[in-house]
């Protein structure tokens, strides 16, 4: 990003209610605007199951314009995701930890990680994605919406 794009964004970002978060090393850092997130959301697809190295992953929604990397520069990793859309990764290149993730479904939106969150107590997740490849020692809440999965049919 040029640094004359990364200062606009800087200015529109300061007068906002920031949230900040990083990496477990600290070579990573970002914030966005809390106002501007659209949702948060839980996914069980066999890809955060992985990339987490837990049961599902849990993050929120962030419009790119609002987020802000403020220090260092993660790398990156694409796959096919279960959808057979791209999905790429995010995540610290010393420390290994996940930042966020962007996905070809829903261009222009940073899916940023809950556990990187400096402060992920605000977090209310309203959905939980892919709950048909949840796996049974940790079944999908039963408080949130259950979207339906592309390998569902609709009725």
Not at 35 to 56: E, I, K, P, W
């Amino acid at each position: 990003m040029s640094d004359e794009i990364s200062d606009k964004i800087s200015d529109k970002i300061s007068d906002k209610e920031n949230e900040q978060g990083g990496c477990l090393c600290g070579a990573v850092r970002f914030r966005f605007d809390r106002g501007a997130v659209l949702a948060s959301n839980h996914c069980h697809c066999r890809d955060c199951q992985r990339s987490t190295g837990s049961a599902f992953a849990s993050f929120c929604i962030v419009p790119e314009a609002s987020f802000e990397l403020a220090q260092g520069q993660p790398r990156s990793f694409s796959v096919k995701g279960e959808t057979g859309g791209v999905v790429t990764r995010s995540f610290c290149g010393e420390c290994g930890s996940p930042i966020y993730s962007s996905v070809a479904v829903m261009p222009g939106f940073c899916f940023v990680k809950a556990g990187v969150l400096d402060d992920a107590s605000w977090l209310e997740p309203a959905s939980a994605f892919w709950g048909s490849s949840a796996q049974p020692w940790c079944p999908p809440m039963t408080e949130v919406v259950h979207a339906r999965n592309p390998d569902i049919p609709l009725p």
